[in-house]
C-alpha cells in the first residue's frame, strides 16, 4: 500500500501500533503481519514512510475474501492510501519458521514452473552480525531489481534493521530458480549466510499466484 503526503502516511505509521490487534482478530486469519519497507528499490536500511504490507494467511479463501470485502480496518485504509496491490498465493514449498511459528502449510503439488512464482524470504538477523549483514544486502537487493525476469520485488519487514524479509514476484518458477542458483552475488549471499551465521531464525516461502487484484507501478 502506498500513501502520499504527511497526512496519509502520519495515519499509516501509526497503524503499525494501533492496526495489529485489530487484524489479528479477522475471522479465519491464522498468520499475520502488518509491514513497513525500505528505500530506494526497497532494500536498504533506510525506511520509505510511504510504504507498508499486510501479510496474511487465512483458513481458506473464502475468509480471505471476506476479510478484504468487510474488514474495517481494510475498508479505511482506501481513504489514505494512493495505490495497493493484493496478490491471492498458496505456498508450495517452505522452510524455517517466523517468529517460532510455521504459518505456511504448502501444497508441493500445486507448483508449475512455467507459471507465475512469488517468493517471500524472512530473517531475524543476530546483532553482533548487523554491521557484517549490511554491507551485502543492498548488492543482492539490486542483483533481483535488475533481473529481466522480475516483476516486482520490495523490502519489507517488522522491525528496522534486524527483521527483515523480502518479496518478489517473479515470471516463472524457472526463471526464479535461475536466478538463485546462477547469480554470482545471490549465491555468494547464501555461502556467506552459513558460514558467518548471520541470521537467529530464517524462513523461504515459495507461491504459486494465484490472482491479483489493484496494480502497483503499471504491474
Known amino acids: 500500500m502506498r500513501y502520499d503526503g504527511w497526512r496519509a502516511r502520519t495515519w499509516a505509521l501509526a497503524q503499525m501500533g494501533l492496526a495489529p490487534a485489530q487484524l489479528a482478530a479477522s475471522r479465519g486469519l491464522r498468520f499475520g503481519r502488518l509491514l513497513g519497507s525500505g528505500g530506494g528499490n ?14 496474511g494467511h487465512w483458513e481458506d479463501r473464502a475468509a480471505a475474501e471476506a476479510f478484504f470485502a468487510t474488514h474495517p480496518w481494510w475498508q479505511r485504509t482506501a481513504a489514505y492510501r494512493s495505490e495497493a496491490v493484493t496478490f491471492h498465493l498458496r505456498a508450495t514449498m517452505s522452510h524455517g519458521e517466523w517468529g517460532g511459528e510455521r504459518p505456511f502449510p504448502a501444497e508441493p503439488t500445486a507448483y508449475d ?18 554491521a557484517d549483514f549490511w554491507r551485502y544486502v543492498p548488492q543482492t537487493g539490486d542483483s533481483v531489481y535488475e533481473h529481466q525476469d522480475r516483476l516486482f520485488s520490495i523490502g519489507i519487514g517488522e522491525y528496522p534493521v534486524f527483521m527483515q ?49 489493484g496494480s502497483w507501478g503499471g504491474l
Request: proline share 4%; net charge positive.
Open 113 to 130: 514452473p512455467a507459471q507465475p512464482v512469488a517468493v517471500i524470504t524472512r530473517a531475524t538477523i543476530r546483532t553482533r552480525k548487523l
Open 165 to 213: 524479509a523480502t518479496f518478489s514476484l517473479w515470471r516463472s518458477g524457472k526463471a526464479m530458480q535461475e536466478f538463485a542458483y546462477r547469480s554470482a552475488h545471490h549465491k555468494e549471499v547464501v555461502q556467506l549466510t552459513r558460514e558467518r551465521n548471520w541470521y537467529k531464525e530464517e524462513m523461504f516461502t515459495r507461491f504459486a499466484v494465484l490472482g491479483q487484484e
Open 42 to 55: 526497497g532494500f536498504s536500511l533506510a525506511p520509505n514512510w510511504g510504504v507498508y504490507a499486510w501479510l
